[in-house]
């Protein structure tokens, strides 16, 4: 079983609509979690980590589930900006990357 | 603050040859970097850890003698594949862990392409 896990999309979705991904690991010692954006042919960049009580950064929203050990990310009000793939991280160790979700933000 | 340089961005080489590819932190100093390797559509996959003034920790499957990474000082990391093959093209990505953050930060990658 993969550690980390996503659906790799992709998700097509019109401006200004709500996206959601979840993310489900299989390490229940995992202790940091973080979404990070990556752009076609470029690195990694941390969009936020995700705490066990969830966290807001603006438009995006992060929820950790330790029970059923999985993570999400709420993408509100999307851009076309927001165009890229989503990469799930999961720390019990060291970094462990899912796959990543594409999302394709249409105008 | 926390900025990682690699370099180069692109390599293009010949089957057989060897190619150097360095990490460096440039506000920071790193005592643990990590390289990646993402082929396409793929995720990134750890291929070692570098540890500064010590022996880098391979991950299963990775060929230490192939992959031949040194950590000379706080700011530079390097990996070195030899006799490369067309099978190893792939994205290199490094990334250096700053502890005040507690996060890793990545260089922008290497993009090897073996004729």
């Known amino acids: 079983r993969k550690e980390v896990e996503q659906d790799p999309g992709p998700f097509n979705v019109p401006e200004g609509a709500t996206v959601a991904f979840n993310c489900t690991y299989s390490?229940?010692?995992?202790?940091?979690f973080f979404w990070y954006r990556q752009d076609c042919r470029k690195e990694p960049k941390l969009l936020m980590s995700v705490y066990s009580s969830g966290n807001e950064d603006g438009r995006f929203t992060a929820q950790l589930n330790r029970a059923s050990q999985y993570i999400s990310l709420l993408i509100r009000d999307s851009k076309l900006s927001d165009s890229a793939t989503y990469l799930c991280v999961v720390n019990p160790n060291k970094f462990y990357f899912g796959s990543g979700t594409k999302l394709n933000v249409k105008p | 603050g926390a900025v990682v340089s690699q370099h180069p961005s692109w390599v293009i080489c010949k089957s057989g040859t060897s190619v150097k590819i360095e990490c460096r932190s440039l506000?920071?100093?790193?005592?643990?970097m990590f390289w990646y390797r993402q082929f396409p559509k793929q995720s990134l996959m750890l291929m070692a850890t570098?540890?500064?003034?010590?022996?880098?920790?391979?991950e299963q499957g990775v060929e230490k003698d192939k992959f031949l990474i040194n950590h000379a000082s706080l700011t530079l990391s390097t990996l070195t594949v030899t006799s490369a093959h067309p099978e190893d093209s792939s994205f290199y990505i490094c990334?250096?862990?700053?502890?005040?953050?507690?996060?890793?930060?990545f260089g922008p990658g290497t993009r090897l392409t073996v004729l």
């Open positions: 990334s250096a862990e700053h502890h005040s953050y507690n996060e890793q930060f």
């Open positions: 390490n229940s010692a995992s202790q940091s």
């Open positions: 506000d920071f100093q790193a005592t643990t």
């Open positions: 570098s540890n500064e003034g010590s022996k880098a920790t391979y």
